[in-house]
């Protein structure tokens, strides 16, 4: 037999009955309103996903465009042709690992163009070595310069994309280091065009041996070249002062002239052991260093 309740008990069930729908109903629409909010955290996410992604080095093939080549220089044109691999993967790795740093022009200025002046020396030592029993190829160096691809951005937005016009594309690559001073170790100060310091390397006609007189013209030309590398990388050392990062100057100056001195410094070594005793250890001195 059910009994009455007291007023007052009514009262109360109300009153909590009534809370509980109003809670009940704060929940649902709290409940709907974060579903209709977007996820922020995907969204960074697939900002930083797509800022990191820089794009891809692609060069030429050189196998592809050798002739046959003698077995006597097999080994060391496939210990070459490996070479140019192992570059490209180097360079591929330090264009992800330096998303962001530099100005406009760092990924073309601080890996394409060393990256090209490896591959132009790796691949004079292919046709040299081919031509030491064959035919000589020649227009190999056109097989050097690589290209950014359009596989991704290199800038730190998330709005730019790699793109490779030609076979020597530049690539964008704005980050907050663009504006930095270069470091004092590198380039001085920046201190507008002057106490940009020089470049100075080592010389190299005072370190060969006696030039056979069928070298001679050979040997000058590219004496005379190391010359205007070195005049061309202190030119180049004035225009871009305070663009860059503190190793802009390693990196961007330093770097490819040592290669292209490299470069040139062995065609001066393999055009005198033509005909004499081929010279060693020039190699040393392709590397250059920044002096006040």
Do not use: H, W
Not at 49 to 57: C, E, L, Q, R, V
């Amino acid at each position: 037999m059910s009994r009455a309740l007291p007023k007052y008990n009514k009262r109360r069930v109300a009153f909590i009955g009534g809370a509980a729908a109003v809670a009940l109903s704060g929940a649902v629409i709290a409940g709907s309103a974060l579903a209709g909010t977007p996820d922020k955290s995907s969204d960074t996410s697939n900002a930083r996903t797509f800022a990191a992604s820089p794009g891809t080095i692609t060069c030429p093939d050189v196998a592809s465009k050798l002739p046959a080549v003698p077995a006597t220089a097999k080994a060391e044109v496939d210990r070459n042709l490996a070479l140019l691999q192992t570059q490209i993967q180097e360079a591929n790795k330090r264009l992800v690992d330096t998303v962001g740093q530099g100005g406009p022009n760092f990924v073309n200025n601080a890996i394409l163009g060393p990256l090209k002046d490896k591959r132009v020396a790796t691949v004079n030592r292919i046709a040299t070595a081919i031509g030491r029993t064959a035919a000589k190829p020649a227009g190999l160096d056109a097989l050097a310069p690589c290209a950014l691809n359009a596989g991704g951005t290199n800038t730190n937005t998330g709005t730019g994309t790699g793109t490779a016009t030609g076979s020597t594309a530049a690539s964008a690559a704005p980050g907050t280091a663009a504006n930095q001073q270069q470091s004092t170790g590198n380039a001085g100060k920046n201190t507008g065009n002057s106490a940009v310091g020089t470049i100075s390397c080592p010389d190299v006609a005072s370190k060969l041996p006696a030039v056979p007189a069928t070298a001679q013209a050979e040997v000058t030309r590219n004496l005379a070249l190391l010359q205007t590398q070195i005049q061309e990388a202190n030119n180049r050392l004035r225009s871009t002062v305070g663009q860059g990062g503190p190793n802009f100057v390693q990196n961007a100056i330093l770097g490819p002239l040592a290669d292209k001195r490299k470069s040139t410094i062995d065609r001066i070594a393999i055009s005198i052991g033509r005909t004499a005793a081929k010279p060693t250890g020039l190699d040393s001195l392709a590397a250059c260093t920044l002096t006040k």
